[in-house]
């Protein structure tokens, strides 16, 4: 694992940007899955601005999220399909068909999760994972106890995490009971996996990250001895800080 505190939310979004950017420059069509929450926004900016700029392309890349509410479809605001559409996904350069976003509302949950999965294998598995962290170490929606060799499936979300993410609308949406959430397996079998750590609230799973043993009961544990895990994190959850 290669593990970088950064000291400013600047130089926290500035490292996982220039990280992906230099995927792109090694691997122009690489299979990347978001993650959505208030961590990834910076990043999210940042390759918009320098795609702009002409010192990336996002032309070529192929681009997945790792989940969504169940019941909540892509053209709702309050969707992640609609988030990443706004904060990233609706760059000038990144064509429709390098796109695709869980339907929440699809009448047939589970054939929707095998069609995510089968898109992801046709596109020759994920290049690389984005990842956000949960206060209670869930990675997509995996929360704890969800199983590690699961495909994109239905999980109960934790009160927990549906109060965390209530924080982000101020207009009475209701978090809904379930989310749909590309499996462990998956992500485990990225090729690279780049965790991003911010905010006082996920010390404790990063720290269950960092102790190295898989633990189930902490869902990024999962990540433990991946091959290329690099981890970007608030240099104020260093420990012993
Ligand atoms: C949400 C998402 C995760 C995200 C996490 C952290 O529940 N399902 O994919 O990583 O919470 O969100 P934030 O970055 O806002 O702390």
């Given at each position: 694992m290669q593990l970088e505190w950064t000291d400013s939310g600047e130089a926290f979004a500035d490292r996982?940007?220039?990280?992906?950017?230099?995927?792109?420059a090694e691997t122009p069509a690489a299979v990347i899955a978001l993650p959505t929450g208030s961590t990834?926004?910076?990043?999210?900016?940042?390759?918009?601005?320098?795609?702009?700029?002409?010192?990336?392309?996002?032309?070529?890349?192929?681009y997945v999220n790792l989940d969504e509410y169940v019941g909540v479809g892509p053209a709702d605001p309050h969707s992640f399909a609609a988030f990443l559409r706004r904060h990233f996904l609706d760059a000038p350069d990144i064509p429709a068909d390098h796109i695709r976003l869980l339907r929440g509302d699809a009448p047939d949950i589970?054939?929707?999760?095998?069609?995510?999965?089968?898109?992801?294998?046709?596109?020759g598995g994920l290049d690389l994972a984005i990842l956000g962290l949960g206060g209670n170490g869930h990675i997509a929606f995996?929360?704890?106890?969800?199983?590690?060799?699961?495909?994109?499936?239905?999980v109960p979300l934790t009160e927990a995490t549906r109060a965390a993410n209530a924080a982000y609308f101020a207009d009475g949406?209701?978090?809904?009971?379930?989310?749909?959430?590309?499996?462990?397996?998956?992500?485990?079998?990225?090729?690279?996996?780049?965790?991003?750590?911010?905010?006082?609230?996920?010390?404790?799973?990063?720290?269950?990250?960092?102790?190295?043993?898989?633990?189930r009961d902490w869902p990024v544990t999962a990540l433990c001895g991946h091959p290329a895990?690099?981890?970007?994190?608030?240099?104020?959850?260093?420990?012993?800080?």
């Open positions: 996982a940007a220039s990280y992906v950017a230099g995927l792109l990834p926004v910076g990043l999210y900016g940042r390759l918009r601005a320098l795609a702009s700029a002409g010192k990336v392309a996002l032309s070529s890349a192929r589970a054939a929707e999760a095998a069609a995510h999965d089968a898109a992801v294998a046709a596109w995996n929360e704890p106890g969800t199983r590690w060799d699961a495909g994109t499936h239905v949406f209701v978090v809904p009971s379930h989310g749909l959430t590309m499996g462990i397996g998956m992500i485990r079998a990225a090729r690279r996996v780049l965790l991003m750590v911010s905010g006082r609230a996920k010390a404790e799973a990063l720290g269950a990250l960092l102790a190295g043993e898989p633990d895990l690099t981890v970007v994190a608030d240099a104020a959850l260093r420990p012993g800080r």
